[in-house]
């Protein structure tokens, strides 16, 4: 029998930690434990070829002591309830640590959207709606992309959403493409999220970042928008980018726009001229000043974990250090930015984007970066204030910072 933890299981693992650290009242522990809320749904989707397919579809509002929740919300075939749990959880402390007035949750709907027709992914989207819009809304629970979900399917679920309302309901929805109540910068948000963390990180381990060189691994939104930010922005030079098909790598550095120019014309960076092959495992290791893990999870293991070179690993995927392999980095000195700190980008241009609907008024691009600024910094020193006071690792830092939030708004709410 496979006694592994579910992702849900260590997802709880880490609150216990940090709740004996915290010497949570067992009350609120025991709250924060569970989701509050979840919805299960079947969603019955008439197919090209005339046939009901029936796809089942997930809603988890895991605390909302802070505000509405709020969570993306993702297609794909090996969707499951528990990683829904887990990926809401999460989603609470992202929200915390970044101190947005939100709980968290999380979607899910198991399908394959890469063998589905444009058509089919509409019908889907307006179905998982009618199915939920009662359970969500804008002060309630708040959608947003995530894993094969994208700005166009936002617009379809905003404008059933509206339908069944009766007006026009920008808020209920974030990720949506600028036409229909987007906001300006989303897009790149997350990658310059995690730039201004690294800058944060730089001053503190006082590190000139237009001498560091870089590695990133994962070249899609985030990993290609981070080398460029890095490039442009900081004068770091980016010497090694990978994808799913391999990576590249040329120590005096390249130009990342034309690296996301070659992948845009042939697929992949691997053979990209002004680089040699590198594999994704070795790019890792590379002796770089900064890693940008960008792609999966767990791709820094107890395993490799010792061999990491880099002076700072800044975590802008999702989970892609391990517990174990976190603990090993904290003790060979690589500081880590850890995900739902460095990450929080994305949620936080969310964020801007449901006040600027609210609002009915929309900010410029200056206005979006210079508010993202101002809260990952602030986001930043919180979590290093209680990192250096506690003498605790950036990651569990973090979660003492978001989980003391939310027990917090729940004591002086009364929930327990
Ligand atoms: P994406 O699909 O745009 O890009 C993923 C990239 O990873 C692609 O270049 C792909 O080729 C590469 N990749 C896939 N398998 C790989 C492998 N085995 N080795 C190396 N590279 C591999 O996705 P994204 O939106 O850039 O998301 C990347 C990560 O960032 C995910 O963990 C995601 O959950 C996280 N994240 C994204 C956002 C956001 O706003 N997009 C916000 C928070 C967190």
Not at 362 to 372: F, G, I, N, P
Request: glycine share 8%; with cysteine; charged share 20%.
């Amino acid at each position: 029998m496979d006694k592994r933890p579910s992702l849900f299981e260590s997802a709880q693992a880490q609150l216990d930690e940090v709740a004996s650290m915290l010497h949570l009242e067992p009350g609120i522990h025991a709250i924060l434990r569970e989701p509050m809320r979840e919805l299960h749904v079947s969603i019955p989707v008439k197919m090209d070829d005339g046939e009901v397919k029936v796809f089942k579809g997930f809603r988890v509002q895991y605390n909302d002591a802070l505000g509405p929740c709020k969570g993306g919300l993702r297609f794909h075939p090996d969707e499951t309830i528990d990683t829904v749990r887990a990926l809401a959880a999460w989603m609470t402390w992202k929200c915390a640590v970044i101190d947005a007035p939100f709980g968290g949750s999380k979607g899910g709907v198991i399908c394959n959207p890469k063998e589905m027709s444009s058509g089919e992914l509409e019908r889907l989207s307006r179905g998982y709606i009618d199915a939920v819009w009662q359970f969500i809304g804008p002060n309630r629970d708040i959608p947003a992309p995530d894993v094969y979900t994208n700005p166009q399917i936002m617009a379809w679920m905003m404008d059933e959403y509206s339908k069944l309302k009766g007006y026009y309901v920008p808020e209920v929805i974030t990720g949506k493409p600028i036409a229909v109540g987007g906001s300006v910068g989303r897009s790149g948000a997350t990658a310059r999220g995690g730039v201004y963390t690294l800058v944060e990180a730089a001053k503190h381990l006082d590190i000139d970042l237009s001498a560091a060189t870089v590695a990133v691994q994962g070249y899609g939104n985030v990993g290609s928008n981070a080398a460029i930010l890095i490039h442009d922005m900081l004068g770091s030079k980016i010497i090694a980018v990978s994808d799913s098909k391999g990576g590249i790598y040329n120590k005096q550095g390249f130009d990342p726009h034309k690296a996301s120019q070659y992948k845009a014309e042939t697929g992949s960076v691997i053979n990209f001229p002004e680089a040699g092959n590198i594999s994704n495992d070795d790019l890792l290791e590379l002796g770089v000043t900064i890693l940008c893990p960008s792609a999966l999870e767990n791709v820094i293991t107890k395993e490799n974990a010792p061999r990491i070179k880099a002076k700072i690993v800044a975590a802008l995927a999702n989970g892609p250090i391990t517990p174990e392999a976190d603990e090993l980095l904290n003790h060979n000195g690589v500081f880590v930015i850890p995900d739902f700190l460095c990450n929080a980008g994305g949620v936080t241009v969310s964020y801007f984007e449901w006040v600027q609907c609210l609002d009915k008024y929309y900010w410029d691009e200056e206005e979006v970066h210079h508010r993202l600024s101002r809260s990952m910094r602030r986001a930043f020193q919180a979590v290093l204030g209680e990192s250096l006071k506690r003498k605790v690792s950036m990651r569990l830092a973090a979660y003492i910072v978001a989980v003391a939030r939310v027990a917090e708004a729940m004591r002086l709410r009364g929930w327990a």
